[in-house]
């Protein structure tokens, strides 16, 4: 092998690297999708955790819980939503996530159970560590737990 064939062994590599990148490349975006996922899942499950523990007390019962929220590799962490307003809606009993690739994910207390902020709407979190206060309350006529931040 001389000199002489080496032209054609970087053009051989070259041609066998530029058909591979796209495959790597959509691999480490579907591995840190599923990385970001599973941070994200545990954050909820601990939060959830946090609040049937709050629930099997009594009204006035409160506990905190500080969570890590953020993406991973090329995924990013959008947004957490937890809750919502006190009425005839759905998103009062919903908690979940969403991620940088438009993957989103929504749980609930079983059984369902209302979820509101302080001022009566949906605690938003975006990316960072928050320290949340989980609070079993009534307001007005509802049984409820309270959310927010510390």
């Not at 049937?52 to 939503?81: A, H």
Request: net charge negative.
């Amino acid at each position: 092998m001389g000199i002489s064939d080496m032209p054609m062994q970087l053009l051989i590599g070259a041609v066998i690297l530029s058909l591979s990148a796209p495959l790597f490349a959509s691999a480490y975006e579907d591995l840190s999708e599923n990385i970001a996922d599973q941070e994200a899942g545990r954050a909820v499950s601990s939060l959830i955790d946090t609040m049937e523990t709050v629930l099997s007390g009594d009204e006035g019962s409160r506990l905190r819980i500080t969570i890590e929220l953020s993406g991973f590799g090329s995924c990013s962490f959008e947004r957490m939503f937890i809750g919502g307003p006190l009425d005839e809606g759905s998103d009062m009993y919903i908690l979940g996530y969403e991620l940088g690739t438009g993957l989103s994910r929504s749980y609930s207390l079983k059984p369902p159970y209302p979820v509101t902020s302080a001022d009566g709407s949906t605690l938003i979190l975006t990316a960072g560590t928050h320290t949340i206060s989980v609070e079993r309350s009534r307001i007005g006529d509802v049984d409820c737990l309270m959310v927010g931040l510390q």
